[in-house]
């Protein structure tokens, strides 16, 4: 079956170092892949998103690039802020309805 | 433009009780889907709903079912709850396009069962 495998958490870092989060997935077919970030006692926002290989998606100073022969997605940004502090989560979908098949989440906490 | 919205925020029910969740998707969009996402893990599909029809289901027993009306809105219902039913539960909207499209999802409630 399909599967995402995240690096555990947390994750602590310094105002502007250098964040990656690393994602690996497993999946029949070509899936669509996601970040969502959950900012404390808050739902779910797309963070960005890549829909085929080679693709890069990129929003808020945040990447990451679908790598189909690694079969990874690993979510960089080159100066986090204390703002950035939230629980990052990688996804899948393989149908055509959208289901989605998330990682257990990277919590990432930035200090100043 | 509202967001996808969810209520209640929280509730607070005991073990074999039922419980009923609401969700209203984002203007425009047509589908609903729910995920539960207990303490510390990702989210897990539950079902999705189209064209008031169950399209899709997840790995849940049948005492979670559901309902979307003609305005899109949908309700989560839970029967016979056990302690493991404690999770944030969470609503995602989308609009049906004939392919796969961005899931947004509302803030989510919080279900705590004694």
């Known amino acids: 079956g399909n599967s995402v495998t995240q690096m555990e958490g947390p994750v602590t870092l310094s105002e502007e170092a250098f964040l990656t989060i690393n994602c690996t997935y497993t999946?029949?077919?070509?899936?669509?892949l996601f970040w969502y970030v959950q900012y404390p006692g808050e739902g779910l926002q797309l963070l960005l998103k890549a829909t085929k290989a080679d693709d890069k998606g990129s929003n808020k100073g945040f990447e990451a690039t679908y790598r189909k022969e690694t079969t990874s997605f690993h979510l960089e940004k080159g100066s986090v802020q204390v703002s950035d502090s939230a629980v990052y989560f990688c996804a899948l979908s393989t149908d055509s309805w959208g289901k989605l098949q998330f990682g257990a989440g990277t919590q990432v906490v930035v200090t100043p | 433009d509202a967001g996808v919205t969810q209520s209640p925020t929280h509730l607070i029910k005991t073990r074999g009780q039922q419980v009923t969740l609401r969700c209203s998707p984002k203007?425009?969009?047509?589908?609903v889907s729910w995920y539960q996402q207990a303490l510390g893990q990702g989210p897990q599909f539950i079902f999705q709903?189209?064209?008031?029809?169950?399209?899709q289901r997840g790995n849940f027993p049948d005492r979670f079912s559901g309902h979307q009306f003609p305005n899109y809105s949908s309700e989560l219902n839970v029967n016979a709850l056990l302690l493991g039913d404690s999770a944030l539960y969470l609503c995602a909207s989308s609009q049906d396009r004939g392919r796969a499209d961005t899931q947004y999802f509302g803030p989510g409630t919080r279900l705590t069962v004694l």
């Open positions: 203007s425009g969009h047509d589908t």
């Open positions: 999946a029949t077919g070509y899936p669509s």
């Open positions: 709903y189209y064209e008031e029809e169950e399209r």
